[in-house]
């Protein structure tokens, strides 16, 4: 693939090193997959923050986050917008929206801006800063999503259509369990859930983000773990788990449940029966092509480099509107799959939606 090429002129501020993203006059990575000395992580999804580094750089609302899932490490927070010069690179990190403490790197060197989007979404939700458009020359960006074919409705939506499944179910004395990754999708689905219902169950995964959460200040409803629920109350919960608890006898206890699953591959058709689920729920924590579209088009960026997600789509797209494009290989995974027993499949999908997303663009939708 010819678009996956990294144009590396020597010139550039940040380059693929086989430990990960280099800036290369700063001597630091960015979201390194291999150990490094010096590293600035844009969120604390596993695929960006890693163990084994000696040093680590977020921002500050996400230290916590990321304390809670690596253990004990030496790390420092950085206020969104506050800057630091490191080997000449002034370095600040800026709201990317998609999960607590999630950031964008911009480094300024000689003159030259570059951001490093991380992972990002561009609509608003409650549970994290929103994203802050920041001008730069070059910026690098994810590509999850990057296909025309998703387009998401607007969050308020799927939150209403959550919040009517959960009603139903409790009508019939079903509890509902929602499968969905234990960071990140898990809060903001809690977010928008109305407690009046009935109790709201999480798993413990899920539980030990809700107080990282919780203690960065943001609102979630009322949580228990499944223990502290009345047997006559499980009829009316919502259970929040993550996917690798579907069929364990944890999930089992809820006896006749309905299940569903979030994520913004429940767009693709066939999704949500290749989980095995009653219902799925098109939400995601990254942007989508439009959402791709207006992030690019607010840096004023002439020259983006597109990483993990639909490189060739993506690079081929913004080369046609005569901006300067390439790929960079990355090792980044997706987060939205994580956990998530389809995820080759739905890659797979992805991939011959890639090919055929004009005639795609009707009827994607599964649930
Ligand atoms: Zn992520
Ligand atoms: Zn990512």
Redesign the pocket.
Known sequence: MSTITSASASSDLVVVRKEGLYCVPGQFYIDPWRPVERAVIT?A?GD?ARGGHQHYLTAETGVNVVKSRLGPIHIEGLAYGERVVHNGVTISLHPAG??LG?AQVRMEYQGRVWVAS??YKVEADSTCAPFEPVRCDTFITESTFGLPIYQWQPQQEVYDDINDWWRANAEQGRASVMQCYSF?KAQRILSGLDPDIGPIICHGAVQTLNQVYRDGGVWLPPTVMVGEVEKQDIGRAMVIAPPSAAGSPWVKRFGDFSDAFASGWMQLRGARRRRGVDRGFVLS?HADWPGLMQAISATGAERVIVTHGSIPVLVRWLQQQGLQASGFDTEYGD?EADEVKAAGAAADTAATAANAHATETEGAADA
Do not use: F, K, Q
């Open positions: 969120h999804h960006h998609h999960v999630s991380g992972d990140g924590d987060d």
